[in-house]
């Protein structure tokens, strides 16, 4: 480790940039790449998906849908019984609601009049009706209390 402290530092890395690494395998200090730690990493890490999925099944028009009532993105699956004039999606509790705060829905059926209910919250962009198989992605601003269509 002194060794290292008398090493000159740099600002910036490149690909190429070379780490000491002890190498238990030989019991001695190698070197590696930057891009060779990258795909280690790459390759060892794990994805943690953090949407709590909840299913909802409307079974007649003028349906409506409660997201879950907390501070935890949700994934929506909304599985209708068949294509509806009428719904509404109430979303969390502007209260709950924290920033960057996620809801993803997707549809299997049409709803030819959606309406999103903020619950308390702003919400711009919200799609006012939905394809069957069509889908849409929320995010939360708690500065401005809004939930902004994302995708």
């Known amino acids: 480790m002194v060794d290292i402290n008398k090493l ?8 190429g940039d070379q780490l000491p690494v002890w190498d238990t395998s030989n019991g001695d200090t190698r070197r590696a790449s930057l891009t060779t730690l990258t795909e280690y990493i790459q390759a060892n890490i794990t994805a ?5 999925t909840q299913y909802s099944a409307p079974s007649a028009t003028g349906f409506s849908v409660q997201v879950n009532d907390d501070n935890d993105s949700v994934w929506l699956v909304l599985t209708p019984v068949a294509g509806y004039a009428a719904g509404t999606l109430v ?7 924290v920033l ?12 030819t009049t959606l309406t999103i209910d903020g619950n308390g919250a702003t919400v711009t962009g919200e ?17 401005t209390d809004t939930w902004y269509r994302v995708g």
Not at 91 to 97: D, I, Q, R, Y
């Open 8 to 15: 000159s530092a740099v600002d910036t890395l490149a690909a």
């Open 48 to 52: 943690v998906d953090s949407f709590i």
């Open 91 to 97: 979303l969390p509790a502007v209260a709950k609601c």
């Open 100 to 111: 960057g705060q996620e809801v993803l829905v997707n549809c299997t059926q049409a709803v």
């Open 127 to 143: 799609p006012s009706a939905l394809s069957a198989n069509d889908f849409f992605r929320l995010r939360f601003d708690d500065v």
